[in-house]
């Protein structure tokens, strides 16, 4: 599994901790049930609202700046 680096997992967490869908009793997202504190660590997951997307370790960039 490939993971993102230390800032761009807070990056993914911030706007997480932001959206209406953040549980923030169990860190868990309403839409998607993923435990958010895990899921923001992997590269290839994405938010299923678009709000941040699959991370390019080799470009430093995510699908939806592409």
């Known amino acids: 599994m490939i993971t993102v680096n ?7 967490l911030d706007i997480c901790k932001k959206c209406k869908h ?4 169990f860190k868990r997202c309403r839409l ?3 435990i958010m504190t895990a899921k923001t660590w992997i590269a290839s997951t994405q938010c299923p609202e678009g709000k941040w997307g699959k991370y390019n370790n080799e470009s430093n960039t995510t699908d939806s700046e592409s």
């Open 6 to 12: 230390k800032i761009v997992r807070e990056e993914r």
């Open 22 to 25: 953040y549980d923030n009793n």
């Open 32 to 34: 998607c049930s993923c």
